[in-house]
């Protein structure tokens, strides 16, 4: 084979290694920036929902019921409230003129 066609194909060749290596390194990188990012999410997720023990959505879900059965007990007293109040004007208005 003719020397020059060789060193063209050589060339090439090691145009398309060196290609592939840098292919390689970035590829790698990509792995281990998402393999670091997997790794906080999962972290994260452990935190929120919890691993065996309450995380911290269970622990909003419980104040969030506290906070429910709190507003049920104020409407609770305001319709007392206006019940008495209204009791007294129509005594007021009725029993007393």
Do not use: C
Request: glycine letters at 10%.
């Amino acid at each position: 084979m003719d020397p020059q066609i060789e060193s063209v194909i050589l060339s090439e060749i090691q145009a398309i290694g060196s290609k592939l290596q840098d292919f390689q390194a970035r590829t790698y990188a990509w792995q281990q920036e998402a393999g670091e990012r997997f790794a906080a999410l999962e972290t994260s997720m452990k935190a929120v929902v919890g691993n065996g023990q309450p995380g911290r959505l269970t622990r909003v879900e419980q104040a969030v019921a506290v906070l429910q059965r709190w507003q049920y007990r104020m409407i609770g007293a305001a319709a007392g409230g206006g019940l008495v109040v209204t009791a007294i004007a129509w005594i007021v208005t009725h029993i007393v003129r």
